[in-house]
Nanobody, 120 residues
Framework: QVQLVESGGGLVQAGGSLRLSCAVS????????MAWYRQAPGKQRESVAA???????TYPDSVKGRFTISRDNAKNTVYLQMNSLKPEDTAIYYC??????????????WGQGTQVTVSS
């Protein structure tokens, strides 16, 4: 079983910063990709950052230049540094990982979600 534990959410004023963390545990062979998604009430879940095992990153235009995804492979942890936050960034943020078990079977796992609220 793959377990993801998120932390770092909270309330911040517009223009402020937050750093989210997601720790991964379990009997896994590899983590090929790590990503962050967010979902606001009444809206679809959207990807806000992704990083591959090779270190390449992807961001949508809505957060590009403000958000940075990073990873610590020794800790099996992914981070999301969020700067210059805007009220429209308010959402529940979920981490996501994908990889393979030792058997070679692929997996995808989600964190429990952490609330980010940005006030104007």
């Amino acid at each position: 079983q793959v377990q993801l534990v998120e932390s770092g959410g909270g309330l911040v004023q517009a223009g402020g910063s937050l750093r989210l963390s997601c720790a991964v545990s379990g009997s896994i062979f590899s983590i090929t990709t790590m990503a962050w998604y967010r979902q606001a009430p009444g809206k679809q879940r959207e990807s806000v950052a992704a990083i591959t095992s090779g270190g390449s990153t992807t961001y949508p235009d809505s957060v590009k230049g403000r958000f940075t995804i990073s990873r610590d492979n020794a800790k099996n942890t992914v981070y999301l540094q969020m700067n210059s936050l805007k009220p429209e960034d308010t959402a529940i943020y979920y981490c996501n990982v994908a990889g393979r078990f030792y058997s070679g079977i692929p997996y995808t796992a989600w964190g429990q979600g952490t609330q980010v609220t940005v006030s104007s």
